[in-house]
């Protein structure tokens, strides 16, 4: 029954999921699993409804059973919608069947909250996309929202990638492609690929087929890393990018620059622009030795700082290979290593619809740029999920002490820096509130930077504080920009503000 209530989103996203676990299974013969849905539907005025797949008629979908079976003859223009699975895309169901992202449209949502988006090929991001090119706002649910979505959808998922691995280009209908490096390449051929690089992508995911045997080819082919030319296997776009032996012939934008900054003004400076599977390790084996000390060879010592732990480095170097955007031909990830600081520059801003301040907080739900890289690095183990590896930077930062890693954006590179210790994070603030602060407060911030939240009550114990001085610091703290009041009286806690 329809109810009226003040809009709150993680409200509504709650409310999505447990609508979501009535979902009925439709009966098959064929085995394959519907997923759970559940939709929430908020209308101007505040009256909220609400749907779940299966709920009038087995294999309904939650959104259609909301807006044609319950409102088909209500204005809903303006309204705001919760679906805990993304929009199934126009081309995804037989005709005459209008997909669910038509069916928003031409009711005149203006919002949609998307729980995860549909792993199955003929959706993947395509119902997310068709939504913004109509005007329609879209967001995205909460990380931890997102996990029990998947947890309760596990085998619908398991299936749904499946099917991705196993669709072949002309074979079935498909969407437009994501990218224009999802097609086959002109000029090259299966020859250009480098045998090291297929070897050690076929060890990890542990493909039983032989490197460049038929079967591990076809295997290729359906995971969309090569396509065809008439009857002929070549490499698509994404492929050649990961298995090629010189991808920069053609993508030349591909790759990764490296650069140490001496303290002394001088650099060294190594590019890498081999297979980008094999990238993460060449990093790795040219960076270790050198992380512990930079050289000051102006006075021939040596600035020490504790090692960097690689897994810090080496998510960012991954995320920024996989999660860039490659239609920015002009522009090459960078990884600048100085004194106190690792940056790792990744051309693009983040896919909408992640924001800026869910990357700047490490809240960023899962959502990628390139699913067949994420696939790809994915089936190594080499990166987390289908997200931006949110938890492994935040995890392994707060294990080793360090401040939290910092994202900003300055219009052309999405920048990650990652703090060698603790000094650093406050010889990284903006001159005037470094030049702000006192000695103490210095200090203090040297502890802040490595939460993401404090109450007044730990800041004073850590740093050994009386309520009065631990009070006057949080406060200052607020006032250059640096902490978030949230909340009032006993259960007050400052956010540490990453921007």
Same mark, same amino acid.
């Given at each position: ?182 097609? %086959? =390449? &002109?000029?090259?051929? /299966? ?5 090291? !690089? *297929? ?107 504790? %090692? =960097? &732990?690689?897994?810090? /480095? ?5 995320? !920024? *290979? ?178």
């Amino acid at each position: 029954m329809a109810t009226k209530t003040k809009l709150d989103p993680r409200r509504m996203m709650l409310k999505s999921i447990q609508v979501m676990k009535a979902s009925i299974n439709e009966p098959r013969a064929d085995g394959k699993a519907s997923p759970l849905v559940g939709a929430v539907l908020v209308k101007p005025d505040g009256v909220v409804d609400s749907a779940f797949r299966g709920e009038l008629r087995h294999g309904d979908h939650a959104e259609y059973t909301l807006l044609e079976r319950k409102h088909r003859d209500e204005r809903l223009d303006g309204s705001v919608l919760f679906a805990t699975l993304e929009p199934c895309a126009p081309g995804a169901r037989k005709h005459p069947k209008l997909a669910c992202a038509e069916r928003i449209v031409n009711a005149r949502i203006a919002e949609v909250w998307v729980g995860i988006e549909d792993p199955d090929p003929l959706v993947d991001r395509q119902g997310i996309r068709y939504l913004e090119q109509n005007g329609v706002k879209v967001h995205l649910f909460d990380l931890d929202l997102q996990d029990e979505i998947r947890a309760a959808n596990k085998v619908f998922i398991a299936q749904a990638l499946k099917r991705a691995a196993e669709a072949k280009d002309g074979k079935s209908a498909q969407p437009s492609p994501l990218s224009q490096w999802d097609k %086959a =390449l &002109p000029g090259v051929t /299966v020859t250009d690929l480098a045998s090291d !690089a *297929l070897t050690r992508y076929r060890e990890q995911t542990k493909i039983s087929d032989k490197t460049n045997s038929a079967g591990f080819l076809q295997r290729l082919e359906r995971q969309g890393l090569l396509g065809r030319r008439g009857s002929k296997l070549v490499p698509a776009g994404f492929g050649f990018l990961l298995f090629g032996k010189a991808p920069r012939e053609i993508l030349h934008h591909a790759g990764l620059n490296a650069t140490i900054e001496y303290p002394d003004g001088t650099h060294e400076i190594q590019n890498f622009d081999g297979p980008t599977i094999l990238i993460p390790d060449r990093v790795e084996a040219w960076l270790r030795p050198k992380l512990r000390n930079v050289i000051d060879r102006s006075r021939m010592t040596r600035a020490e700082r504790p %090692a =960097l &732990p690689f897994d810090l /480095v080496r998510e960012a170097v991954i995320n !920024a *290979l996989v999660h860039r955007d490659y239609d920015l031909t002009g522009a090459t990830c960078h990884l600048v290593v100085t004194v106190d600081t690792v940056t790792v520059r990744s051309p693009g801003a983040p896919l909408l619809p992640v924001t800026m301040a869910q990357m700047q907080d490490f809240t960023a739900p899962m959502y990628n740029r390139n699913p067949k890289l994420q696939f790809a690095f994915g089936g190594t183990k080499l990166v987390e999920g289908r997200g931006f590896g949110m938890r492994t930077l935040g995890e392994a930062a707060a294990k080793h002490g360090l401040p939290m890693p910092k994202y900003t954006f300055d219009g052309l590179y999405l920048n990650l820096t990652i703090y060698r210790d603790a000094k650093a994070a406050v010889s990284g603030l903006k001159a005037g509130v470094l030049k702000a602060l006192n000695d103490d407060e210095k200090k203090s911030w040297e502890y802040l930077a490595t939460k993401t939240s404090v109450t007044r009550k730990e800041y004073a114990e850590r740093l050994g504080f009386d309520a009065r001085k631990a009070q006057r610091h949080l406060k200052r703290f607020v006032e250059l920009g640096l902490l978030r009041k949230v909340g009032a009286s006993s259960s007050t806690e400052y956010e540490v503000r990453k921007s």
